[in-house]
C-alpha cells in the first residue's frame, strides 16, 4: 500500500470558466492557469502521482508545452489513471478539500465526487470530496484564490 498527497492553488480572475472536479460551476472568475487551472483535478493527479513515485503534474504535463494550453484537466486526470494501471496499482480511496471562500460549492460536491469517481473508474464511495471556507483569513478568505488538497490510497 501506497498514500500520495497532492496541493494546488490558483488565483481567479475575471473571464475564465470556474472549473472544478471537472464540473463547471457558475461563477463571476474562474482560475486563472495553462490548462483549465482545475485546481481540485490537479490535486488529485499530484496525489496519485505522489503515491506512484511519479513526480508531478508539472513533470508529466509542464505549462511550458503549448499542447496543453487550456486542457481538460480530466484528460490529464486520464492519463494518471492509466499510468496507476499500468503500474499494477489500484485506488483503494481519495479524500479532498477544496479551500475557498466563494462560491459557495456545497451544491457541487456529488457532481464533483462523480466526476473524479468515473474519470478514476472507481464507485463513487471511494472519493470524498469536502470544501471549508477561509473564514476571512488570507488570499482565500478574500477570495482573491482557491487552494484544494487531496490525499490518496493506493495499492
Known sequence: ?????GYDIHPLRE???????GITIPHS?????????????????DA???ALGEG?????YPSSNQEYKNLSSLVMLQGVAQTLVEKGFRLVNLDTVILAQAPKLAPYMKAMQE?????LQVATSQVNVKV????????????????TLAICLID
Request: net charge negative.
Open 1 to 5: 500500500m501506497r498514500v500520495g498527497q
Open 132 to 147: 471549508k471556507s477561509g473564514e476571512g483569513i488570507g488570499m482565500i478568505g478574500r477570495a482573491e484564490g482557491i487552494a
Open 48 to 50: 496519485i502521482l505522489g
Open 115 to 119: 466526476s473524479l469517481a468515473r474519470v
Open 56 to 60: 508531478d503534474i508539472g513533470t508529466c
Open 29 to 45: 472568475q474562474g482560475l486563472d492557469g495553462h490548462s483549465d487551472a482545475d485546481a481540485l483535478t490537479h490535486a488529485v493527479c
Open 15 to 21: 473571464g475564465r470558466p470556474l472549473i472544478l472536479g
